[in-house]
Nanobody, 126 residues
Framework: EVQLVESGGGLVEAGGSLRLSCAASGSTFDGYAIGWFRRAPEKEREAVSCISNNGNNTYYADSVKDRFTISRDNAKNTVYLQMNSLEPEDTAVYYC???????????????????WGKGTLVTVSV
């Protein structure tokens, strides 16, 4: 089992930046792809970004490409989401999630995640 804890959310003005962190514990971190998802008020949850177990492959939603960057530090069991040029439309609760792929998985699932964190709120003001 994997426990995930998000941090780094907060209130920021449009055009600003935030870095979210997802700290994992409980199992072999390098056997899991990690994704970031978000749910805005009155909208369905959407996949934002995902990184493969070894960091070689990444996925970005079109809405965040060229603004967000996902990375991971397997030595620290942590995945980061650097968010730049934030827009009010980015306001949402951001969740990280883990999908077991095995140490040779090297792919980026955005469905069928196995474990979820409780989320961190990002609010972007105009």
């Amino acid at each position: 089992e994997v426990q995930l804890v998000e941090s780094g959310g907060g209130l920021v003005e449009a055009g600003g930046s935030l870095r979210l962190s997802c700290a994992a514990s409980g199992s072999t971190f390098d056997g899991y792809a990690i994704g970031w998802f978000r749910r805005a008020p009155e909208k369905e949850r959407e996949a934002v970004s995902c990184i493969s177990n070894n960091g070689n492959n990444t996925y970005y939603a079109d809405s965040v490409k060229d603004r967000f960057t996902i990375s991971r530090d397997n030595a620290k069991n942590t995945v980061y989401l650097q968010m730049n040029s934030l827009e009010p439309e980015d306001t949402a609760v951001y969740y990280c999630a883990a999908a077991y792929t095995g140490v040779f998985g090297d792919y980026v699932p955005i469905v069928g995640m196995d474990y979820w964190g409780k989320g961190t709120l990002v609010t972007v003001s105009v």
